[in-house]
């Protein structure tokens, strides 16, 4: 089964990860920028990370016949403290155009607080001005139906927004409908705990249609599988999908979203 | 898909959540001590079950997330612990 992994933290992973995707049929490797599971107490710091995720982590997926491009952001759970924000907005320009960078990502809320919403106007502004396509994360568990509120009306609120150039991602059941219904893309996150299970995430797929929908593992430094998306693809045959209907949710979905890039190449 | 594909496919995993549902509930009343919000939270949500519309997922989520629109004034820490502690708690 091909598949295209669209949100995998893979700094965070080992290189079995790797082998594993590959003999699963990952065709390629979608990375947004993340919190690290510690603040990071300087620009600097994310300029390490940023050449990391440009430089080091292509080479390494490489290695292993997968394709690697990034997401660039601060990420909201760092976004509290709003001037190292500001600094951290302000290394983005130099690295966009390299060539493994899709837009600017995951940003979002985590809290739902005023400086989180203040951090995600900078970055929606900046993917405005650099006309780039935007990746959202949505809070975790009992923030998540006001988080997406909030961040669905800073989107619909700035008018250099497509919503067909933005995905909104982590959705569940109370949110999924609020993000299509907008017109954006939606992304569900296959986690074991948190978040949605493959049979979740089907039922999802069969309440709401296949457009504008894509899944990810999410896989990162916690508790998640980076075979996510080929065992719900498993999981869908097992309910009776067609093949092409399998194909076009883990696969040309995702690429179709991506493709939007000039960049990203159809692997 | 029909109704006894599903209980086919779904029905021992199901029924592997519902008794461990049912264990949790017995170990928070077996232990000592005064619960906290998310105890009364949960058995709310545990109540959507019994729902005849086929959107119990959604009612769950709704009645474990923060109903309130206005952004906080500052990020508490990073964390979530899944249930909305109520206005109270702010």
Partial sequence: MRYIEPHGHMVSRVTDDYQDMAMAGCACICEPAFWAGFDRRSPEGFYDYFCQLTEHEPKRAAKFGVPHYCWLCINPKESEDVRLAKDVVALIPQFINRPNVLGIGEIGLNKNSRNELQVLEMHVDLAARLDQLILVHTPHLEDKLKGTRLILDVLKNDSRIKPERCIIDHVEEHTIELVLNSGFWAGMTLYPESKCTPARAIDMLENFGTERIWMNSACDWGVSVPLAVPRTGLEMRRRGWLAETIDKVVFQNPARFMGQCPKFKIP | ?90
Avoid: C, N
Avoid at chain 2, 2 to 7: A, D, E, F, P
Avoid at chain 2, 46 to 59: I, M, Q
Avoid at chain 2, 60 to 83: F, M, N, Q, Y
């Fill in chain 2, 1 to 90: 898909m029909t109704r006894t594909q599903v209980l086919d496919l779904y029905f021992m995993e199901a029924r592997s959540k519902l008794i461990d549902l049912a264990a949790f509930l017995d170990r928070v009343d077996r232990a000592e001590g005064e619960a906290d919000f998310r105890l009364r939270a949960f058995r709310d949500a545990v109540s959507h079950l019994s729902e005849s519309r086929p959107s119990r997922a959604r009612s769950v989520l709704l009645s474990l997330s923060d109903p309130s629109t206005e952004p906080i004034p500052r990020a508490p820490g990073k964390g979530a612990v899944g249930a909305w502690p109520g206005p109270e708690a702010k």
